[in-house]
């Protein structure tokens, strides 16, 4: 069973900044692609920034400019880094790892932007 433990969320002021951490119990390049979701209270799933096997990176635009998605193959991890948060970024996020035939979870970590 494939394990995804994230870490670094935590509580930030407007225009502070974050750093995600996904550690994966198996090599990640052999997923088809590494990826960050969000999902706040009454809103649905959302992809927030993906990258591929090959290192192709994907963003939602509303994190452009501001998150970077970025990863440690020795290290079997995935990190985010959120710069200038706003509110609306206030989500739980969830790391997430793309297969062939499967797709894995992580278990979430909560970042909240006050105002």
């Known amino acids: 069973q494939v394990q995804l433990v994230e870490s670094g969320g935590g509580l930030v002021q407007a225009g502070g900044s974050l750093r995600l951490s996904c550690v994966t119990s198996e090599r990640i390049l052999r997923f088809d692609a590494m990826g960050w979701y969000r999902q706040a209270p009454g809103k649905q799933r959302e992809l927030v920034a993906s990258?591929?096997?090959?290192?192709?990176?994907t963003y939602r635009d509303s994190v452009k400019d501001r998150f970077t998605i970025s990863r440690d193959v020795a290290k079997n991890a995935v990190y985010l880094q959120m710069n200038m948060l706003k509110p609306e970024d206030t989500a739980s996020y969830y790391c997430?790892?793309?297969?062939?035939?499967?797709?894995?979870w992580g278990q979430g970590t909560q970042v909240t932007v006050s105002s």
């Open positions: 997430n790892a793309a297969g062939t035939l499967l797709t894995y």
């Open positions: 990258m591929s096997s090959r290192g192709i990176t």
